[in-house]
């Protein structure tokens, strides 16, 4: 069956960096707009970087101010999402999304990441 695992979240303060990973399986992964959402406490859940299934089309949003960087492996089908200057206000669960060929799509569980001195 179709699963997305997130890792790589946890605390780290201001101006740190993390780097999260999606593995995908159950799948064809090279053929799956890939994307990473957040959603912070009391608030919706939010788009936060998407990536085109060759990798060679990425998009933001605008509020990230060029902090972020999505990308992928498909030969390990997974998908990373490297964060730098992180502040506080990226407190958020990360969740990764797969959007297949077909238009059907799937989350993973998602991976908490806090950034606070």
């Known amino acids: 069956q179709v699963q997305l695992v997130e890792s790589g979240g946890g605390l780290v303060q201001p101006g740190g960096s993390l780097r999260l990973s999606c593995a995908a399986s159950g799948f064809t992964f090279s053929s799956s707009v890939m994307s990473w959402y957040r959603q912070a406490p009391g608030k919706e859940r939010e788009l936060v970087a998407t990536i085109s299934t060759d990798g060679r089309s990425t998009s933001y949003a605008n509020s990230l101010e060029g902090r972020f960087t999505i990308s992928r492996d498909n030969a390990k089908s997974t998908v990373y999402l490297q964060m730098n200057s992180l502040k506080p206000e990226d407190t958020a669960v990360y969740y990764c999304?797969?959007?297949?060929?077909?238009?059907?799509?799937?989350w993973g569980q998602g991976t908490q990441v806090t950034v606070s001195s």
């Open positions: 999304k797969s959007r297949l060929s077909d238009l059907r799509t799937y």
